[in-house]
């Protein structure tokens, strides 16, 4: 069975920092992109962070730059996001998602990666800022 | 960075009514990197359509997207009582950073 744990939120204080872990589980996880979305209380979905393959691509929502770190290790099939300088408004439940993607090399020399959405979710580990 | 607004905010209907759901971009969206996404109390989003237009795994052919550039639908057939539920739409495009629209709840009537 496909699966993605999200473990390591809790309650900390302005300022503070907190690790976040997610275990895959059921698929080849180092084949595979890697995501973060998270989702304030009563509120919408907001893409955090992604993360290629090997680790050598990062991408992060312009709100956390600076302060949050995506990061993979292939071995353990698991992905972390290290939040530091934390505030109030990154209160919200996290999940870590997989990303499928296809890799395109096209006949005007442009390359990259081709993703298909975000197709497997955990089920999300909660983070509250608050003093 | 792309702005994905989504229309309705809210749309009440009956069992086995047609829903039609809205999400316009600000700027093209590249490749029709478009998806939808349903989300009930409680749980995970889970991926209904990529794309634009391509069912996910699972997901019964009552759904069905469509649209191009800036303006996508999603559009449910004969909705059944598990249908109801927030929809969010994503680009997720060959560039950074992803966003999603701020969602339409299905409510019953």
């Known amino acids: 069975e496909v699966q993605l744990v999200e473990s390591g939120g809790g309650l900390v204080q302005p300022g503070g920092s907190l690790r976040l872990s997610c275990a895959a589980s059921?698929?080849?996880?180092?084949?595979?992109?890697m995501t973060w979305v998270r989702q304030a209380p009563g509120k919408g979905l907001e893409w955090v962070a992604n993360?290629?393959?090997?680790?050598?691509?990062?991408y992060y929502v312009d709100s956390v730059k600076g302060r949050f770190t995506i990061s993979r290790d292939n071995a353990k099939n698991s992905l972390y996001l290290q939040m530091k300088s934390l505030r109030a408004e990154d209160t919200a439940l996290y999940y870590c998602?997989?990303?499928?993607?296809?890799?395109?090399?096209?006949?005007?020399?442009?390359?990259?990666?081709?993703?298909?959405?975000?197709?497997?979710w955990g089920q999300g580990t909660t983070v509250t800022v608050s003093s | 960075e792309i702005v994905l607004t989504q229309s309705p905010g809210t749309l009440s209907l009956s069992l086995g009514e047609r829903a039609t759901l809205s999400c316009r971009a600000s700027q093209s969206v590249s490749d029709n990197s478009l998806a939808w996404y349903q989300q009930k109390p409680g749980q995970p989003p889970r991926l209904v359509i990529y794309?634009?237009?391509s069912r996910a795994t699972g997901i019964p052919d009552r759904f069905s997207g469509s649209g191009s550039g800036t303006d996508f639908t999603l559009t449910i057939t004969r909705l059944e009582s598990e249908d109801f539920a927030v929809y969010y739409c994503?680009?997720?495009?060959?560039?950074?950073?992803?966003?999603f629209g701020q969602g339409t709840k299905v409510e019953i009537k």
């Open positions: 994503q680009q997720y495009g060959r560039s950074f950073p992803w966003t």
């Open positions: 794309g634009a237009s």
């Open positions: 998602a997989r990303v499928p993607s296809s890799f395109y090399y096209d006949t005007s020399g442009s390359y990259g990666y081709q993703y298909s959405g975000v197709d497997v």
């Open positions: 993360i290629k393959q090997d680790g050598s691509e990062k």
């Open positions: 059921g698929f080849p996880f180092k084949t595979y992109w």
